[in-house]
């Protein structure tokens, strides 16, 4: 069978995680392609709510194996904390079935230090980032001074790179930040014993997954961030540092194209942004507040990773057209249905103008998306509650419209909508 590749449609926190625990439960495996503990998928099972920041969604599935691919950037520190916490709570963390790529690259102390340092630096013009190192770490990658997880195997040569690299940093960080060193050997001893705990979870997942689609195996394709977040096609610079889109999923895990039949994104039925950048249709208004909720609620938008508020606004069908184009997506996942209930009416941007004139294309300009002004058409809303809903048919008229017009403007079928955070309130809306 081939591979399904799972992306987000907008600026994150679309709730890619929920929706991969939905697709998990028909693959075999379940992989992950990119970013790292910036990302949290939040996924509830029963009255259990599981925060998942580097582990694939499908490790909830007793019977799926999970990877960790080479796309990706891992802090050891946090990877054994997330599998002992797992473990804990009754989870399967055998290596069998959850894997490590010996080819992604580790997140140490040091770039955490130089994330958030560089992020002070810039003042007024901070990008917003999650302060985890991620960055830095991708930065490295690039320059070919990274360590790679494949290293963790080889204590003998993982000890004398960690210190190489820390007194390296530690030159960047007193000269070019004015902040304090890491203290070189504490740091150096916890990365250890950490390597040691991981080293049996490490493989050569490229010809893992290889081999298991040669042998019909099925292959969920697990993404993080979100397209306008894409180091190459999102909204630069206030991007992550990984690729994101669909062609991330290929270079992320070593897997050919012709593997692949199905590309989903995922999309709020509004949208959020976490962090600085434009965002056309944002709301400074009781509705923002609305959709934001008060916190008190894992559903409510705040950061998995950060508990920062999330921006809110309404749906902005130019980004899906985009997010289609640049993805191939085959279909749509809707998320959040539910949020919407009690709204009189509800927006949708299908296009924008930039100094009175309409733009053809997304624009790649931070500054030109900054100054465009997002039309919008407007729907009825709908008052019911929808939260136990679970067919198509059952859901207001006005819901069913909205899924329809979010289908139309994009140009992609809508597959499935969810309507609260567990597994059972989502509602299949075409195969």
């Known amino acids: 069978m081939p591979a399904h590749v799972i992306v987000g449609a907008q600026w994150g926190d679309e709730g890619k995680g929920r929706v991969a625990d939905w697709f998990a439960k028909d693959a075999d495996i379940v992989a992950r392609y990119a970013g790292g503990d910036n990302a949290g998928h939040t996924v509830r099972v029963g ?39 797992l473990d804990e709570r009754g989870i399967d963390i055998d290596p069998v079935r959850i894997r490590l790529s010996r080819r992604a690259h580790l997140i140490t102390p040091a770039h955490i230090a130089l994330d958030g340092a560089r992020e002070a630096q810039r003042g007024s013009g901070k990008i917003g980032t999650t302060k985890r190192g991620i960055g830095p770490a991708y930065t490295d990658k690039a320059a070919r001074s990274g360590l790679r997880t494949g290293l963790m195997e080889h204590p003998e040569r993982f000890a004398p790179a960690l210190r190489e690299h820390f007194n390296r940093k ?16 504490q740091s150096i001893d916890v990365l250890v014993e950490a390597a040691d705990y991981l080293a049996p979870f490490l493989a ?30 999102g909204n630069y610079p206030y991007v992550t540092s990984s690729s994101a889109t669909a062609g991330g999923a290929l270079t992320g895990l070593g897997i050919g194209p012709q593997w692949v039949d199905r590309i989903t994104g995922v999309t709020k039925a509004y949208t959020t942004r976490v962090g600085a950048g434009p965002f056309p249709t944002e709301l400074d208004d009781e509705r923002g507040d609305r959709l934001r909720g008060t916190g ?14 999330r921006r809110c606004g309404w749906l902005d069908a130019v980004v899906l057209r985009y997010a289609a184009r640049i993805n191939g ?30 733009l053809a294309v997304f624009p790649s300009e931070a500054d030109t998306l900054d100054r465009v002004e997002p039309i919008t058409l407007s729907m009825p809303g709908w008052q019911e509650d929808i939260m136990s809903v679970t067919t198509l048919a059952d859901l207001p008229q006005a819901a069913r419209d909205y899924i329809d017009k979010i289908a139309d403007l994009s140009g992609v079928p809508v597959s499935l909508a969810t309507v609260g955070p567990a597994r059972h309130q989502s509602i299949p809306i075409a195969d």
Request: aromatic share 6%; proline share 5%.
């Open 296 to 309: 008190a609620n894992p559903w409510d938008e705040y950061g998995t990773t950060t508990g920062r508020p």
């Open 204 to 233: 050569d997942v490229d010809f893992e997954l290889y081999e298991a689609l040669r042998a019909g195996k099925s292959v969920l394709c697990e993404g993080a961030q979100g397209t306008l977040l894409d180091i190459d096609h």
């Open 170 to 185: 530690n030159r960047q960080l007193e000269a070019l930040y004015n902040a304090e060193p890491i203290a070189v050997d």
């Open 329 to 358: 997506l085959t279909d749509l996942v809707v998320t959040k249905l539910d949020i919407l209930s009690g709204f009189d009416e509800i927006e949708i941007a299908d296009e924008y103008t930039h100094h009175g004139e309409p």
């Open 47 to 85: 009255n259990d709510t599981f925060k998942l920041h580097l582990v694939p969604s499908g490790v909830l599935y007793g019977s799926t194996i999970n990877i960790m691919g080479n796309g990706m950037v891992v802090n050891p520190l946090k990877l054994v904390d997330e599998l002992r916490g």
